[in-house]
């Protein structure tokens, strides 16, 4: 497992991580189709999400990883968070489908 994705799982709460296992199909749809519309922004994206599966605002958007200096400094990491949700959502939709399967 990528280790990105490990220390997301244990910074991010148990409840996000517990909606995105839950979440239905059509949510998932949206989850992904948000993730991969390319006009949005990493923060708008994040937000999104967040309002899609019902979560609190910063749920998501407040653990993704922040420059640390320069220009930036604060600002969220674009092409680094895009690939740790990408990755986040990849593994929990296995999971659900897998959840799906069995039922």
């Known amino acids: ?4 994705i490990e220390n997301v799982k244990e910074i991010m709460s148990k409840r996000v991580i517990d909606t995105i296992k839950n979440a239905t199909f059509p949510q ?3 989850c992904w189709a948000v993730l991969k519309y390319r006009e949005y922004g990493i923060l708008r994206k994040a937000t999104a ?3 899609i599966l ?5 749920e998501i958007s407040d653990f993704l990883p922040i420059f640390n200096e320069g220009n930036k400094k604060g600002r969220i990491k674009d092409y680094e968070s ?5 990755d986040f ?3 929990n939709v ?3 489908r897998n959840k799906e399967a069995k039922d």
């Open 94 to 96: 296995d999971e659900f």
């Open 49 to 51: 999400i967040e309002v």
């Open 28 to 30: 998932m749809d949206a």
């Open 1 to 4: 497992m990528n280790r990105e």
């Open 54 to 58: 019902g979560l609190d605002e910063g």
């Open 89 to 91: 959502f990849y593994i």
């Open 82 to 86: 895009r690939h740790i949700l990408n």
